[in-house]
């Protein structure tokens, strides 16, 4: 078993890089853990930023200057922001206000519904266990209603909040787009300059997560459009809120798509009824998430990011209970530099260790 152990050490931390490189992820991580609010403006900045890169190499393969092509990616990241503010997010409150106003009528029906159950299911569940059940959930909705419909002097510091992320990121995205090789070359000051290792493992993470940010949000916007043209089309009830809601669930895949359905299933429901429309729905939103799951990713991603449904599944719990919503909403580009990490570690220490003992050879020699 030592044995076993020794040859892991030697594998992994037998070269001097590599245990530098470990010391400073766990600095990372211990930062992220302690910090993490300190720093979500410039971490959100680093994923936009990731996001925007792509166009500006694109540009700049076009034959345009570095800070011309940076200007016209910000400002089409500005006019972003706008249109999400002034025309998509005004839609999606008035719908979420609507959704809410009509939460409990939805409640009542539901409960009339499933009333006959206790008839037919004597024996695991009876009509007093069901009233208390729809009470709770009546009054747990009527709640969360009001919390979303009222406004008071305690949503001020969130609002404060909001407004210096709208300004801030912004700006720190600018920056990172147009000073990124000086911000890198600043950091490499405080590096070995000899780092086969770190190079490595730097050019598969920055690979693998720029491309699953690009493309995870190419996801985002297509599944979020078609979705809402199906929708509309269909004449479903609150179509921008729940076709933002499953563009949003891809970000989490499996979990996310499964989650989502249910309150599709069940707008469509209390808007119909078990009627043709209802099946249409569902038919046309399974269609959805079978081209998005076996056509889409596969176009999108190929194999920049081929991690197995157990590892995302994996992910999603172990950053979850780290970090909340965010570490969920962050768990596959995490895991995806866990397994870059993983990938290059390995291989970039054994190239290493035999440009060591060429060196070694060539100085003997001579």
């Known amino acids: ?39 979500a403006p410039m971490m959100a900045a680093m994923v936009i930023a990731f996001l925007m890169q792509g166009m500006v190499t694109r540009l700049r393969q076009w034959g345009m200057g570095h800070n011309l092509a940076v200007t016209i990616a910000f400002v089409v990241l500005l006019v972003s922001l706008g ?3 002034l025309f998509i997010m005004p839609i999606m409150w008035n719908q979420l206000v609507r959704f809410f106003n009509e939460l409990p ?66 700006i720190l995205v600018f920056f990172f787009l147009k000073d990124s090789s000086l911000i890198m070359a600043w950091c490499a000051r405080f590096l070995p300059h000899h780092r ?26 297509i599944v979020g459009a078609v979705s809402y043209v199906a929708f509309i089309c269909l004449g479903l009830n609150y179509a921008a809120l729940l076709a933002i809601a ?29 009627s043709a429309p209802f099946i249409y729905l569902m038919l046309a939103y399974t269609i959805i998430q079978v081209l998005d799951g076996n056509v889409l990713v596969p176009l999108l991603f190929s194999e920049a990011v081929n991690l197995h449904p157990v590892a995302i599944i994996l992910a999603v719990l172990v950053f979850g209970g780290l970090w909340g919503f965010w570490g969920v909403f962050f768990a596959i580009p995490l895991a995806t530099l866990v397994k870059a990490i993983l990938y290059a570690w390995p291989i970039a220490v054994q190239e290493a260790s035999l440009v060591q003992e060429r060196e070694k050879t060539c100085e003997a020699a001579e």
């Open 1 to 39: 078993m030592l044995k076993i152990f020794q040859q892991w050490l030697d594998r992994y931390f037998s070269n001097e890089e590599a245990l530098l490189l470990l010391l400073l992820l766990a600095a990372a991580l211990l930062a992220i853990l302690t910090m993490g609010q300190v720093l």
């Open 83 to 85: 249109a999400l503010l």
């Open 105 to 170: 009528r939805m409640v009542i029906e539901g409960q009339e519904l499933l009333m006959g159950l206790p008839e037919r299911y004597p024996q695991f569940l009876s009509e007093r266990q069901l009233e208390q059940l729809f009470a709770s959930m009546t009054a747990e909705i009527s709640g969360m209603g009001q919390r979303v419909l009222s406004f008071s002097v305690t949503n001020i510091p969130m609002l404060i909040g909001l407004m210096i992320y709208l300004i801030l990121v912004p």
């Open 196 to 221: 086969p290792v770190m190079a490595k493992v730097w050019q598969e993470m920055n690979q693998q997560f720029a491309n699953y940010v690009r493309g995870k949000v190419i996801e985002i916007v």
């Open 246 to 274: 499953v563009g949003l669930s891809v970000v989490i895949p499996f979990i996310g798509a499964a989650v989502v359905t249910l309150p599709v299933a069940l707008v469509a429901y209390f808007q119909w009824g078990w």
